[in-house]
């Protein structure tokens, strides 16, 4: 690990060092298990038709696979996300677009601001006493009126999770959030919600989706 990421990432709480590394350590195969690139198709037309162009940002870009589906529509990209290793596998799948690492609340971008942002199964791994931070630090990347897409799992547990992956047990955090909670969240840090769906995929992974829209300008 050089200095400068040292430094960059020194912020970070234990658990969220936990999940980066574990990230890091499982990025193409985890990559691979979750390449099925029209997993959120219903989501990503709808974000187009609140947003049908414009320069966005991707916070937690991941291995690429919505980043594709983004550029596809013809939105100009950037992507970011805390995980070296994910982003090796997102610049090796998509060569001819910009990723950068960082973590949510080091986003300063220069080129911002951004006309909408994509952040999804993303902003679930920041601990509930830090969203508020997450949250204003994507928003002072974006215009006044950007168009953004979140999605969170439902719940209400907060905690290190282990999974088995390649036989080895490696752990992520997750924080769970209700519909409502969530969108006093958003709601305290001026972004308006325009629309939300909920997809129920399991006993233990259901999703609320938010399309938010930048309510007013930064102080």
Sequence with gaps: M????????????????????????????????????DFWAGEMQRFHELLPGGHILEVGAGGGRDAKMLVELGY??????????????????????????????????????FDGFWASAVLLH????????????????????????????????????????????????????SKDDFQQELERNSFQVVDYSFRPMSERTKWHCFFVEVAEALN
């Design 126 to 177: 920041i601990p509930r006493s830090r969203i508020d931070e997450a949250l204003m630090r994507i928003r002072s990347q974006m215009k006044l009126r950007a168009i953004g897409f979140i999605s969170i799992k439902d719940g209400t547990t907060d905690g290190l999770e282990t999974d088995i992956i390649n036989g080895n047990e490696l752990q992520r955090f997750f924080c769970r959030w």
């Design 76 to 113: 100009k990209y950037v992507g970011t996300d805390v995980s070296a290793g994910l982003l090796n596998v997102a610049r090796t799948n998509l060569p001819q677009e910009t990723f950068v690492e960082k973590s949510v609340y080091d986003l300063d971008l220069p080129q911002a601001p």
């Design 2 to 37: 050089n200095l400068w990421y040292s430094l960059a990432m020194s912020h970070l709480q234990p658990e969220e060092i936990i999940t980066r590394d574990t990230y890091d350590a499982t990025a193409s195969v985890w990559s691979s298990a979750h390449n099925q690139s």
